[in-house]
């Protein structure tokens, strides 16, 4: 699969805006992710994972793994390239990371470079459905695989033309309507019935869905939401947010779609001396969950941006020549990472299975190759996802002797 050539430069013009997304992260010294001018983008304070060094066993092969994320200022942004990179190094692989800069038109660019570079296969995040297209013929007249991670398009005939590349190994993605679905059922359990809604751009892959969803439940049960408000980041949605506490100054709560913006709504409605609103998000961002209970911040719902580790291992096995693909041949499509909820009593062991190390271990993650495992398919990685949850990491870290069964069982979780 060796590379043909220079590429033309191929810029795409986009009249949208674009939002960061909404990560497995640690405590040791921080996993930074490197360039390839060698700029460092360094994961959050305590939310960026150390190296294991426990773990052994042979890697399938050694490759040169290329992936981008859009820029270092979003905990989330960096939490799910660290998920990719813990799986690219398990592997035994190596990693070239592109920090997009939060410039759409710099990822097409970065891309290229990584191309250029000699990569055998790309993880790639993408904002918007219109690039997808382009960057699947890049890599398809570069003869480079490469893997759709966290978002995907929802455009049938650009999935269809995806499937369609012969160099496009899979796409994962989390259940992001699930996710505000769950937002909207828990707001009117708890007689909540007026909103203001904070999020990126219009047109968004992850944010869209969670709204649309959210506004769907959240409606048709008595729900009434006083204002929609876009913004490019998280800074920006603070100041809107204010405006619209003048004209709307007594909601119920506000809905951050992604975590940055609900850390954003949680600042204005302080600066606006509103003690009452409360504020619901989506993504398990470390600053997010310590606002729990000392702030308007009341509910945190996410996945823990585990697509990242995911799309490396879809990956991985179209370069290891066990491509996972379903029933009818099609390379694995997953749109249905399931999200869950950190309540107060679990949040320590949370802290120290998902942000103090990796809530996969290096071994489990090299299992996940079909040339390491030759019980590992299709059916399998889909296993994986649907079994993927909080309790079952536990559970997991129970079984590897970390965590006793008297620590479980005081939070509800029964192992014997």
């Known amino acids: 699969m060796k590379k043909i050539g220079k590429l033309l430069s191929i810029f795409l013009v986009l009249a949208m805006t674009v939002s960061m997304l909404s990560g497995c992260s640690g405590k040791k010294a921080p996993e930074d992710i490197q360039t390839k001018d060698n700029t460092e983008a360094t994961a959050p304070p305590d939310g960026s994972q150390s190296e294991e060094t426990t773990d052994s066993g042979v890697a399938s092969g050694a490759y040169k793994i290329g992936y981008n994320y859009f820029g270092s200022g979003s905990y989330a942004l960096l939490s799910l390239a660290n998920n990719s990179k813990v799986a690219i190094d398990a592997f035994g692989n190596d990693a070239i990371a592109m920090d997009d800069e939060f410039s759409v038109e710099k990822i097409i660019q970065d891309i290229e470079n990584m191309i250029s570079s000699g990569v055998d296969g790309l993880i790639i995040w993408l904002p918007v459905e219109s690039l997808y297209l382009t960057v699947a013929d890049i890599c398809k007249q570069a003869e480079v695989p490469f893997v759709l991670n966290d978002k995907i398009p929802s455009d049938e005939s650009i999935i269809k033309e995806l499937k369609a590349n012969p160099y496009f190994a899979g796409a994962v993605s989390p259940a992001n309507s699930v996710y505000g679905e769950e937002i909207a059922r828990y707001a009117l359990s708890q007689n909540l019935k007026t909103c203001i809604i904070t999020s990126s751009g219009v047109g968004d892959a992850s944010d869209t869905p969670r709204l649309e969803a959210f506004t769907k439940a959240f409606t048709e049960g008595g729900g009434e939401i006083l204002a929609e408000l876009h913004a490019d980041a998280a800074d920006a949605a603070q100041g809107q947010i204010e405006d619209a506490l003048v004209a709307n100054p007594d909601p119920d709560f506000v809905y951050g779609v992604g975590s940055d913006f609900g850390i954003a709504a949680v600042s204005a409605l302080q600066n606006a001396n509103n003690g009452r609103a409360v504020v619901l998000t989506s993504g398990l961002d470390k600053q997010a969950l310590s606002l729990l209970g000392n702030s308007p911040m009341k509910m945190v719902n996410g996945d823990f941006w585990i697509c990242g580790m995911l799309s490396a291992v879809i990956l991985q ?29 679990k949040y320590d062991l949370y802290t120290k299975f998902f942000l103090d190390e990796y809530c996969y271990s290096s071994d489990e993650i090299r299992q996940m190759s079909g040339k390491n495992n030759p019980d590992f398919s299709y059916d399998a990685f889909i296993k994986i996802i649907q079994e993927y949850s909080l309790d079952n990491r536990l559970v997991q870290k129970y079984k590897e002797g970390k965590v006793a069964a008297d620590e479980l069982k005081a939070v509800g979780i029964n192992v014997d």
């Open 317 to 345: 096995n179209y370069l290891d020549e066990t491509p996972l693909k379903d029933g009818n041949g099609e390379p694995v499509w997953v749109d249905n990472v399931m999200p869950f909820e950190v309540p107060a009593e």
